[in-house]
């Protein structure tokens, strides 16, 4: 490499002087590194679980979270009531909007979809 300068103290050197060109060279690689530790970062945070873009359109598109999941499970309101522990009508009211859903309810539907709780929330 040359183009290189050194400067020292104490009969150390202490900085190096580099061309222009090497500098960009070795700039590029080092944001390539950045960019490889934090792929590797998120990499290894991954649960592997991913939202289907159809659910997320449905969801964006007005469509209340559970009904979204059910209907994407191929279930029906009576079958997921069920597996819930809850009565259809009160489903209903989930879907519609017109009833929030106790936490206790959102966790049992969330089960019976196998999705987690934030999944379900609007």
Same mark, same amino acid.
């Given at each position: 490499? &040359?183009?290189?300068? *050194?400067?020292?103290?104490? %009969?150390? !050197?202490?900085?190096?002087?580099v061309?222009?060109?090497? *500098?960009t060279?070795?700039?590029?690689?080092?944001?390539?590194?950045?960019?490889?530790?934090?792929? =590797?970062?998120?990499?290894?945070?991954d =649960?592997?679980?991913?939202?289907?873009?159809?659910?997320?359109?449905?969801?964006?598109?007005? &469509?209340?979270?559970?009904?979204a999941? !059910?209907?994407?499970?191929?279930? &029906?309101? =009576?079958? $997921?009531?069920?597996?819930? %522990?809850?009565? /259809?009508?009160? $489903?209903?009211?989930?879907?519609?909007?017109?009833?929030q %859903?106790?936490?206790? &309810?959102?966790?049992?539907?969330?089960?019976?979809?196998?999705? /987690?709780?934030?999944?379900?929330?609007?």
């Amino acid at each position: 490499m &040359t183009g290189i300068q *050194f400067i020292e103290r104490n %009969g150390r !050197r202490e900085y190096a002087i580099v061309p222009m060109p090497l *500098f960009t060279r070795m700039a590029a690689l080092l944001e390539d590194l950045d960019d490889e530790a934090l792929y =590797d970062k998120a990499k290894a945070a991954d =649960d592997g679980f991913r939202v289907p873009g159809e659910i997320v359109s449905t969801i964006v598109g007005g &469509t209340h979270p559970v009904k979204a999941w !059910r209907e994407h499970g191929g279930m &029906t309101q =009576d079958a $997921l009531a069920a597996q819930a %522990g809850i009565s /259809t009508a009160y $489903l209903c009211q989930i879907e519609t909007g017109k009833r929030q %859903g106790a936490v206790k &309810t959102l966790k049992a539907l969330a089960k019976a979809l196998g999705v /987690t709780l934030n999944e379900l929330q609007a």
